[in-house]
């Protein structure tokens, strides 16, 4: 198995049922970026691309993604930045790091979404509003329809909270 140093990016509609190693593909709608580990193990690496996963940058010639990659699930353990399609590797976390991560995760999601929930009416006048625009909560909640993910994420990828450094993949 070899360590890329770079990659290529493709934007896909879909993602193909076969990928290629090295490419990211970047599959807009889906909000959604997958490639294969770059150790060369082959697992399929999915990082959602929305505010509780991973940003994408496209800069017009290369993409980037952030924060870095952890695919503690997987038994390569890889750990690396993709940032203008160049492969940074990082160090392997410990368990316990990534137990920390997870769970700092988990809490930046609930806050998240906590926060994209609307607050109920302080009042009932006014509640007619006609051509109400869609509110976070249900754009929220388009993000989580099935219909509205990759046809296959097999290995969803929760993300930890840690600012600067990495979303584990589980
Ligand atoms: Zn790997």
Redesign the pocket.
């Known amino acids: 198995?070899t360590r890329r140093i770079t990659v290529q990016h493709q934007f896909v509609d879909i993602v193909p049922n076969t990928l290629q190693e090295g490419v990211v593909y970047v599959c807009i709608p889906y909000t959604t970026a997958v490639h294969l580990?770059?150790?060369?193990?082959?697992?399929e690496v999915v990082t959602p691309i929305r505010p509780t996963g991973w940003s994408l940058t496209f800069d017009g010639v290369a993409v980037s993604l952030h924060p870095s990659i952890g695919?503690w699930a997987?038994s390569?353990r890889?750990h690396y930045w993709i940032t203008r399609n160049r492969v940074r590797w990082d160090r392997q976390w410990t368990h316990a790091e990534v137990t920390t991560a997870r769970r700092r995760e988990d809490a930046n999601r609930t806050h998240y979404f906590a926060r994209a929930t609307p607050a109920p009416a302080q009042s009932n006048r006014n509640t007619d509003t006609p051509n109400r625009r869609p509110t976070t909560a249900r754009r929220v909640t388009q993000w989580l329809r099935p219909s509205n993910w990759l046809r296959r994420e097999r290995r969803r990828a929760p993300h930890n909270g840690d600012d600067a450094t990495c979303r584990p993949v589980e």
């Open positions: 198995m580990c770059l150790c060369g193990c082959g697992e695919n997987f390569c890889s």
